[in-house]
């Protein structure tokens, strides 16, 4: 299975768009709360990636004079206890969230997806101890998981991204794993085994492209978990190593010590976590009803 | 030589529930370009022994224990996995019931019928693209390089039912296996692709099984006709003969069960009653009997073998030459065959023996 028989493959799935994913957009325009949803999960990822352009101070450097002002026509949203920008620190730390976040969730798909495929597609004595190993990752509280993981192997970004992604990746595995068993008998897998597709043709062209749906539903709402996991780890203290990176659990652990002088540093970061987690939770949801349908609205 | 030569298969499903006793001992031949019907009720065996012959029993409950398959001197039950892939496709090719799920739906023809040629030819994509064009247009689907880039769920069940016999005739085929292919189409457009079948088949030579509960269907198509109950063949003969004297109580049956047009006082329908037997459990004595109104207390007990109808006739188990055989201990004369039940001054069916009554009081119920 080389370069040359993955690409007809992606763009077999690029043109099925035409089809489902085209059906799916148009459930999804109209269907209310998806589209709120979209709307935050948008604002989002422009405020993480158009930071640098849009933000007015620097997210670092901060004017010690003005430590700890109210929101202000020249703070929107305040200052904190160094003098920073709280508004630019909100737009940087959208940054982090959005970069740990993907990735730890993307990381978690391979992982996920890997081992479920193997254990979907292997079925028998594999899939049993696959699963079994599943389950007690899911039995371990996921915060919990990935404050031992963190502990491990020291602070970091790419530690807190693969903690994250560990947490998430049974969740993937076992869908992954329940979509497959049950196309294993769908018409149109006999089908292509009765031309004489080799096993991992099956697999591959046949079977994952129609099993990728509830992953990809997954998928986004396990971005919600993720930014609130980072946001916990730094909140707990094992936010980024570097103190003054702007990351919105750190900035609200820094601002329970003034919560009396300056409550907007708490509010802030924390309505911020809540709308990016609501938004993707919105977001899955309709995903999930627009991709199936049996659920027409 | 027969093209196919099936003797003695046995298949069964372990499952939690116990074992599924699916086929019993099923044997049959069938030579090149041959076109054989299978006929019985959902439930017989009569999917699960063509994909016994494909090796596609879902696995790990569905398997073959016993008995033999050759095809084309090859020995199918104990090919290796890569060999059977091989000639999955190339020689042995199958068309599924339902046209609607049997195509992969984010894939579009182009592409699903590009990798079969490709899976076993040494071509270009692009001989292959135009080898799909003169498929589809073979199998009478307009525009057909157009047609070609269009996803399944842009055909309608018709047209879906084409574009899968264009699959399946892809590498000319030396067997074709269609079970129930035009089960889930319209009445109209049934015809139309039974009659695209048979043309395509008897034009390339490719032998046929026909898997179908319609005796309709299968009169029209088939040179000879097996028909099955709970996993045994309890009638075998070419189809002129089998419907000209069915001598089966079971087949009786089937036949009183369908509407005739061309009868001229038409009679009423006899349904055959009760219910087709549990197959969980091992089969003793005639599966049919419990149904039956021929049956003889030897029925209870002993399977009846099949048997040519005449005795003395030599034995031939294919062509249009094929023997008659019927497996039955008290075979319906023509004259009872003709109105579906005994005529026999006093003849009454046998009670079943004390040991099993007691299993079968459902049964007997519905039967009183």
Known sequence: ?297 | MPLLSVTDLVVRFRTHEGTIHAVNGVSFDLEPGETLGLVGESGCGKSVTNLALMRLLPKPAGRIEGGSVMFDGLDLVHLPESDMRELRGRDVAMIFQDPMTSLNPVLTVEEQMVETIRAHRQTTREEARRRAIELLEMVGISQAEGRLRNYPHQFSGGMRQRVMIAMALALEPKLMIADEPTTALDVTIQAQVLELLRRLTTESGTAMILITHDLGVVAGMTQRINVMYAGFIIETATTEKLFAEPSHPYTVGLLHSIPRLDEVRPEELVPIEGTPPDQRREPVGCPFAPRCAWRLPVCWTDMPPLVPLDPNERLRSSGPEATHRVACHNRPTPAEADAGRPLREGFTPAPPPHEIVEELAPTEEVLA
């Open chain 1, 1 to 297: 299975m080389g370069a040359t028989v993955a690409a007809p493959a992606i763009a077999a799935q690029d043109r099925a768009s035409r089809g489902l994913w085209h059906d799916a957009a148009r459930r999804l325009l109209r269907n209310g709360p998806a589209l709120l949803g979209l709307g935050l999960v948008t604002l989002f990822v422009a405020a993480a990636v158009l930071a640098p352009v849009i933000a007015p101070y620097d997210p670092i450097a901060g004017a010690l004079a003005d430590r700890l002002k109210p929101p202000s026509p020249e703070h929107w949203m305040g200052t904190d206890l160094q003098g920073r920008d709280e508004f630019t620190r909100i737009l940087y730390g959208a940054q982090v969230s959005l970069q740990v976040g993907v990735v730890s969730v993307f990381l978690a798909l391979v992982m996920g997806g890997t081992l479920g495929a193997i254990a979907g597609a292997a079925g028998g004595k594999l899939d049993a101890t696959l699963m079994r190993v599943t389950d007690v990752l899911l039995s371990i509280p996921g915060i919990l998981l990935a404050i031992g993981i963190v502990a491990w192997l020291g602070r970091g970004l790419p530690q807190i991204m693969l903690a994250v992604a560990v947490t998430n990746a049974p969740i993937f595995a076992r869908i992954l794993r329940g979509s497959l068993l049950s196309l294993r008998t769908a018409d149109y897998v006999v089908a292509a085994r009765s031309i004489g597709a080799t096993g991992p043709r099956v697999l591959l062209r046949h079977m994952l492209p129609n099993a990728l749906t509830p992953l990809i539903v997954a998928a986004t709402l396990a971005l919600a978990t993720a930014i609130i996991d980072v946001a916990g780890l730094g909140f707990l203290g094992l936010g980024p190593p570097d103190p003054r990176t702007a990351e919105w659990g750190t900035m609200l652990t820094d601002s329970t010590k003034f919560l009396r002088q300056a409550p907007h540093l708490l509010f802030f970061p924390g309505i911020m976590i809540v709308l990016t987690a609501i938004g993707f939770n919105l977001l899955g949801d309709g995903l999930r009803e627009s991709l199936d349908p049996r659920l027409k609205r």
